[in-house]
């Protein structure tokens, strides 16, 4: 099992920019989660989502920002318009319930100039 | 609302040292504690659970309900061990994880 894996590890984005964070969830899980590592400070939780259902979004910027889990294909966390306070770390996580252990990628490193 | 609080930004100590990782609590119910350690810009892993009572790596986790405390201990600390490591709660029947900031140790050898 190759792990939950998010791409790419590091994005550069100018100002006003969209960036694109993609996460695959381990196989068998159908859960996904996004956390935000802000510097200095320990991980947020952003949003939960099942296979094309956002379950839980109490965590996001209210604009902005958008999250999906479409049927096929990875999740996207999506920022549009990115400003320097955006940059952060990115995790995914997945789990194949709720209650189960959750499993961490290895983050996507985005910087805003 | 539940909180997290990891006291020590920075911990050094070293090799064959014992260490304590300090982690609080403050939540009213019965909270699932974790920790979870994260080596140079990879991915988080996790390292315990307070409800299967394991030890990994030789480190162990006690949870202290009437001290709201889950520290994290290792006898013997090792190089290898140099990692951040992040407390984590998870409330009752909710599936969010609270985190604390995160505890950066250094083992020197």
């Known amino acids: 099992n190759a792990g939950v894996m998010q791409n790419p590890r590091h994005l550069v984005r100018r100002r006003g920019q969209e960036a694109r964070l993609r996460c695959s969830p381990m196989k068998g899980h159908s859960h996904v989660y996004w956390y935000r590592q802000l510097p200095e400070e320990g991980l947020k939780f952003m949003v939960y989502?099942?296979?094309?259902?956002?379950?839980?979004e109490s965590g996001m910027p209210k604009e902005r920002f958008s999250a999906e889990f479409p049927k096929e294909g990875p999740s996207i966390l999506r920022i549009q318009q990115v400003v320097r306070g955006d940059s952060a770390a990115y995790f995914c996580a997945s789990s194949p319930d709720m209650r189960n252990t959750i499993y961490f990628g290895e983050g996507s490193w985005l910087t805003v100039v | 609302a539940q909180r997290v609080t990891q006291p020590e930004k920075l911990l050094s100590v070293f090799k064959g040292a014992p260490v304590e990782l300090k982690c609080n609590y403050s939540y009213s119910g019965s909270p699932e504690l974790f920790w979870y350690v994260q080596y140079s810009r990879q991915r988080l892993q996790l390292l315990l659970r307070?409800?299967s009572r394991e030890s990994i790596k030789g480190f162990t986790a006690d949870l202290n309900k009437g001290e709201t405390s889950f520290h994290l201990k290792k006898p013997f600390a090792q190089e290898e061990d140099s990692a951040m490591y992040y407390c984590?709660?998870?409330?009752?029947?909710?599936?969010?994880?609270?985190f604390g900031k995160g505890t950066l140790l250094t083992v020197n050898p």
């Open positions: 989502l099942q296979k094309e259902n956002i379950i839980d």
């Open positions: 307070h409800i």
């Open positions: 984590a709660l998870r409330a009752g029947s909710n599936y969010k994880l609270t």
